[in-house]
């Protein structure tokens, strides 16, 4: 049983910057995500686009910006539970919280903010029959450990920035590299683009367009596919295929909760704390709905931080909490660590 004061359903950057907001009330966090990695949409859809309405930053890179928030919360020692999704929840009579993964794996928290964004992702699937029977036989949605594809060969699928970005990892991985994508035409970063056809003069990927993959067959593995090119068939041997076309967005088992759901978004109460019609579970971010609602990442940041003040005062009862500027108090992270400003020089003139 994990234990922590907040269980933070979702690592997007919004869940990680309630992290932040969370450690300056000494108050410790758990994240759950279903994606392999923190950052949601901005590290797994798009994490070399640019991000223009951050605050302070003209411009910033989506997998920047969540290196710097990770960089930010290191100091609070957060704790993550990724590759899994919430399944269940349980309040118990102290009214705190036990939820359950789809892998088994139990939280035990004090409070519940689910800041899961536009849902539990799951990737658009490639319209192959029999596409199922070779998951995780072959078939993978993700990249979860490259070395998985060491010395192997490899077909990806796609045209954005994440088959670009792979195909270019993994070319010094993979024995064979082969990309295929039904455009000639790319949508990703123009350097990844240009990364991806200096590959293909050298010989490190092998890149086919127009075309698409029709049909998978294997002994329980993938063995080869069938490629639809211009009409003409042709059959590709290989070991692993990877279709990255994108995440679709569901609120998944979240939905079962028993809380007031409109429109695919959790209603919270905006006036106060961003609480829902349970006691003790906030929704912050792209995953709640209140009137005057917008899915701004900055809007996000605005309500985890009035969400962990509420928390604050739910664990801390009678209790008064003085807000104190970081400018002011410093950040005292878990880690024994002590950042603050430099003191003042107080001296005479003569």
């Keep these: 049983m994990i234990t922590t004061d907040i269980l933070i359903i979702g690592a997007g950057p919004t869940g990680l ?76 009579e102290d009214g705190t919280f036990v939820v359950t993964t789809n892998k088994g794996t139990k939280h035990h928290a004090k409070a519940v903010a689910i800041a899961g964004g536009l849902g539990t992702f799951e990737p658009r699937k490639p319209l ?3 596409i199922a029977a070779y998951e995780e036989k072959g078939v993978e949605y993700f990249v979860k450990d ?17 088959a670009l970005d792979w195909s270019i990892f993994l070319s010094n991985v993979a024995r064979e590299v082969t990309l295929v994508h039904r455009r000639n035409e790319f949508r990703g970063a123009l ?22 993959i029709t049909a998978i067959e294997g002994e329980g593995h993938v063995e080869r596919l069938t490629l639809d090119c211009n009409g003409a068939q042709q059959i590709l041997e290989t070991d692993y295929f990877i279709p990255l076309f994108g995440l679709t967005p569901k609120l998944g088992a ?55 003040q509420s928390v604050y005062n739910r664990l801390n009862p009678g209790k ?22 430099e003191k003042a020089v107080v001296k005479s003139i003569e």
């Design 17 to 92: 910057f309630a992290v932040f907001e969370a450690g300056l009330l000494q108050m410790k966090c758990h994240l759950i995500d279903a994606l392999p990695q923190p950052g949601g949409q901005l590290a797994e859809l798009y994490p070399k686009k640019p991000i223009f309405d951050i605050p302070g930053f003209p411009e910033v890179m989506a997998g920047d910006l969540v290196n710097n928030l990770m960089e930010q919360i290191k100091q609070f020692q957060p704790g993550f539970t990724l590759g899994e999704t919430a399944e269940t929840i349980d309040k118990l």
């Design 128 to 130: 192959i029959d029999n």
């Design 146 to 162: 490259p070395e998985l594809f060491r010395d192997k060969r490899i077909v990806i699928a796609g045209g954005g920035d994440s």
């Design 191 to 212: 350097d990844s683009v240009e990364k991806v056809q200096e590959l293909k003069k050298l010989g490190k990927i092998t890149l086919i367009t127009p075309a698409e």
């Design 254 to 308: 979240i939905a079962n909760w028993g809380l007031e759901i409109e429109k695919n978004a959790i209603k919270v109460n905006n006036a106060l704390d961003y609480q829902t019609n349970i006691e003790g579970i906030y929704a912050i971010g792209d995953v709640n709905t209140y009137p005057g609602k917008l899915k701004l990442i900055l809007c996000g940041f605005h309500e985890a931080t009035l969400m962990c």
């Design 320 to 341: 008064r909490y003085v807000l104190k500027y970081t400018t002011v108090s410093g950040v005292d992270g878990f880690d024994g660590t002590r950042k603050e400003a």
